[in-house]
């Protein structure tokens, strides 16, 4: 998890690509990036709400929507995130 301008956001790790979305599950804003990671599969630690964390859509569990998924670059050893 890294904060970027005050945002939560949690990257993955899915075969080499990184991934973002914001790490706050929209159920009960349990941090997604505490939860286990299977494949593709973020699961929120507090209910099980599953997101694929390629593009933050809920697949299952008790959260109420998608969640945000941002645009990543790879800069060198620098990971970039766009926020807008
Ligand atoms: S807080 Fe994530 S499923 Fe409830």
Not at 12 to 17: E, H, K, L, Q, W
Not at 19 to 41: K, M, N, R, T
Not at 64 to 76: A, E, P, T
Request: glycine share 10%; charged share 20%.
């Amino acid at each position: 998890m890294v904060i970027a301008d005050d945002q939560l956001i949690a990257l993955f790790n899915v075969d080499g690509t990184i991934y973002a979305i914001d790490d706050l599950c929209p159920h009960q804003g349990a941090p997604l990036s505490e939860g286990l990671f299977i494949g593709c599969v973020a699961v929120c630690p507090w209910h099980g709400a599953e997101f694929d964390v390629t593009n933050g859509k809920l697949l299952s569990g008790p959260g109420v929507r998608d969640v945000r998924s941002y645009q990543v670059s790879i800069k060198g050893d620098d990971v970039e995130i766009e926020l807008s």
